[in-house]
């Protein structure tokens, strides 16, 4: 753990009299009138007063950012009109923060009476003066950097909670740690998951009536799910939600799990079950219940976990517990049986709609299957539900909200099955917004096909991958030569066309308003304003504002870096400021991007008629592919791309690609290569984040690695064709898998 102190805490009056003789007891403590705007005790008294009525009264304080969707709606609408559609093109820069960080930036910075609170890649938590745009403290929780091994998506983390002067974050590590809000200095900590496991935190903590609420993240390695609640002012568990069922024989935590198990078959407990709760949580304080989404299974395939099918409760899953004691009420599935990593943990939000005539409350979710749903907000049943993206793998719903599968989608003859949408979704983490004037959720959506196949041996052969584990590597294709199943239908995506959509969704008509399209399929969350516009970044560097009405873009700002975390907004000595914290990476940021170099982590905010300078805009880096050559067979260099394939891929990307935060290694340094035992084996870039392999791999593996990357850079110089490459790997790899 380390904090670090920017700003002098003590009042100047306060350390004159301190130096001087006889001066007695000294003034009295600053009261909060007169405590300075930034001090510690400024800092104390605005934080302290963020308490259960304040959460629940958020909208009758439009100017602050209290929690993690602004408000328990978790709507990410703002009231707030001071920009507009006829001034947002005198918008400017205000300030910009380097916070010195290299890897994704997914966080919605808490704002409260000009203190901003965020935070960043490895846990690090960040408090910022927004008047003088400074950093006042930041805290480093000291994640060990080789825990990157145990993560399926990067070090991102979604953002901190604040309640009662306190701040708190989850940490990769599965720390839930509680923050003296004023200082950086920490209150307490727990460790919410096993140590020794491959459970990890992303998600933003929420806070319901007095208790933290986290969940965790792992269902690609042999996690099982829950949500745990902890007293905000000790740490104390109060109560621990479990998503799947353990063994049976071990007897069941929580009644309802008896249920739940019926719908399993086989020994799905031994491979963990998944159904980890990584992302949304949302808390209704009216019933005083929480909704929580449910992720996906482990391993992904239900014909590997649970050979005799079944729904597989709670997977996929919107699930109501009772707030105060974490008791099962309702739950809705949106994938029964999940066999696509078609997770329901996506952003959970509450409206008041018109579904049937009258005004009901209402749960919208627009989970990875590609369906938009419209739930009861009381009991959970299914209102209505329409398809908002392209999808092969269902033709509609039933009745009851039941997706109708279509024959041949769980991909369990051995071949290559083209799926959409891709395990990436329909939708992923990146939050919507429901705006109550346009009547329309916005969707920050995905337009991507995805290639699945069964492979039987992969489990066993698999257990020493990691960034997957055996969750992901028997669904996710990774054979070069196995026969595919072709795509007849013509408005399919094609591979290796993705692309992104900003799209306006009407949840009484269930049906599409209007949409933009992004070129990079990976973009950022979502801020509609009452001033009727709604601002979004993009994979490209662009951070614009669009009419909400029709989606035509009247504001952009270049920020250097593709954008993913959403922007908020918000008042400071009533001037309306709007913020976005930029940097890229995490999940498919890892491996790709959409401009030509990254820059630093960086806070953006922006006011009318500010004109500060942005950043210096990096030129693109010259690549250029080393002399180095390879005598390896064609057999060893198919061995070296399956444990590529197995350990490199899912940070590294193509070896041959453009990279994302994480480089291309076929483009790597002569030098890169000459040190890559000491790189892969002994952790001599464990301080960058590249962790040791040498309980993964030997170093005869190493070598073929080595050689298969060398194969790759060789064809680069020579400029062969993508096929020709591509039989000469499926030629290798059929050698590797015989030998």
């Not at 923050?179 to 200095?185: H, L, N, Q, R």
């Not at 398809?387 to 051995?414: C, H, K, Q, S, V």
């Not at 590597?473 to 959509?501: H, I």
Request: with cysteine; glycine share 14%.
């Amino acid at each position: 753990m380390h904090v670090l102190r920017v700003a002098n805490p003590i009042p100047f009056s306060v350390l004159a009299c301190l130096a001087l003789a006889g001066c007695g007891q000294g003034p009295a403590p600053a009261t909060p009138e007169s405590a300075p705007k930034g001090s510690p005790a400024h800092i104390r008294e605005v934080t302290a007063a963020v308490d259960d009525a304040a959460l629940r009264n958020a909208d009758a304080r439009p100017g602050d950012w209290l929690t993690y969707g602004r408000n328990y709606r978790e709507d990410r609408y703002s009231p707030l009109d001071g920009i507009h559609r006829e001034n947002v093109g005198e918008l400017g820069l205000a300030w910009t923060l380097d916070l010195g960080t290299k890897r994704g930036i997914q966080t919605t910075p808490l704002v409260v009476d000009g203190i901003m609170f965020l935070t960043g890649p490895w846990s690090v938590v960040y408090a910022v003066d927004v008047r003088k745009g400074t950093l006042i403290w930041q805290y480093d929780p000291g994640v060990y950097r080789g825990v990157g091994t145990r993560l399926c998506c990067g070090v991102s983390n979604r953002g901190p909670a604040l309640y009662k002067g306190a701040v708190f974050v989850g940490t990769l590590d599965g720390r839930l740690i509680s923050i003296d809000a004023a200082d950086g200095t920490p209150n307490w900590e727990v460790m919410t998951v096993d140590p020794e496991g491959y459970q990890s935190i992303t998600g933003a903590p929420r806070i319901a009536n007095g208790l933290v609420l986290i969940g965790n993240g792992g269902a690609e390695f042999t996690a099982r799910g829950y949500v745990s609640a902890y007293h905000a002012d000790t740490g104390e568990l109060a109560w621990r939600f479990y998503t799947v069922p353990g063994n049976p024989h071990d007897g069941f935590e929580h009644p309802d799990l008896k249920h739940a198990a019926a719908t399993w078959t086989g020994s799905w407990w031994e491979l963990g079950g998944g159904g980890t709760a990584w992302d949304s949580i949302a808390y209704d304080p009216d019933l005083d219940r929480v909704y929580i989404g449910v992720g996906n299974g482990t391993p992904w395939n239900r014909l590997r976990r649970s050979p005799e099918g079944g729904d597989n409760l709670y997977l996929s899953s919107i699930v109501a517990v009772d707030a105060g004691t974490g008791e099962y009420l309702w739950h809705f599935q949106t994938t029964p049986g999940d066999t696509w990593d078609y997770t329901a943990t996506q952003h959970i939000m509450r409206a008041d709609l018109g579904v049937e005539g009258d005004a009901e409350s209402v749960i919208m979710q627009a989970p990875k299957n590609g369906f938009f749903y419209v739930l009861d907000g009381e009991t959970g049943a299914f209102r209505s539900g329409a398809a908002f993206a392209y999808m092969n793998w269902a033709t509609g719903l039933d009745a009851n909200g039941r997706p109708i599968e279509r024959e041949g989608a769980r991909y369990e003859d051995g071949r290559k099955h083209r799926i959409a949408p891709s395990p990436h979704g329909g939708h992923n983490w990146q939050p919507m917004s429901y705006n109550p004037e346009t009547g329309w959720v916005y969707i920050p959506a995905v337009e991507q096909i995805g290639s699945l196949r069964y492979d039987r041996d992969v489990p066993d052969r698999s257990r020493r991958r990691v960034n997957g584990g055996n969750g992901a590597t028997n669904a996710n294709n990774l054979s070069l030569y196995v026969e595919e199943v072709p795509e007849l239908d013509p408005r399919a995506p094609k591979p290796g066309q993705a692309y992104g959509r900003l799209i306006a969704w009407d949840p009484v008509a269930q049906e599409l308003k209007w949409e933009v399209r992004h070129p990079h399929f990976y973009n950022g969350g979502l801020l509609s304003t009452a001033g009727g516009l709604l601002f979004q970044g993009d994979a490209e560097g662009g951070f614009k504002g669009r009419d909400t009405r029709t989606g035509d873009a009247l504001w952009e700002f270049d920020v250097r870096s593709g954008a993913i975390a959403p922007p908020v907004t918000y008042l400071v000595d009533g001037e309306q400021y709007v913020t976005i914290v930029v940097g890229w990476g995490g999940g498919p940021g890892k491996r790709t991007k959409g401009v030509e170099r990254l820059h630093p982590g960086t806070i953006y905010t922006f006011k009318l008629g500010g004109d500060a300078l942005p950043p210096e805009k990096l030129p693109p880096l010259e690549r250029e592919v080393v002399a180095l050559t390879t005598d390896a067979t064609q057999l060893e260099i198919g061995m070296g791309y399956n444990l590529y394939m197995g350990h490199c891929v899912h940070c590294h990307g193509s070896a041959g690609g453009g990279g994302g935060e994480i480089p291309a290694l076929a483009w790597s340094s002569e030098g890169m290569y000459g040190l890559l035992h000491e790189i892969v084996l002994d952790g001599l870039l464990l301080p960058e984040g590249m962790p040791s392999f040498d309980d993964k791999l030997t170093p005869l593996e190493v070598d073929l690695i080595k050689a298969y990357l060398l194969h790759v850079a060789e064809g680069i110089r020579a400029g062969t064709p993508s096929e020709e490459s591509r039989r000469f790997l499926a030629d290798a790899q059929r050698l590797a898998d015989k030998a």
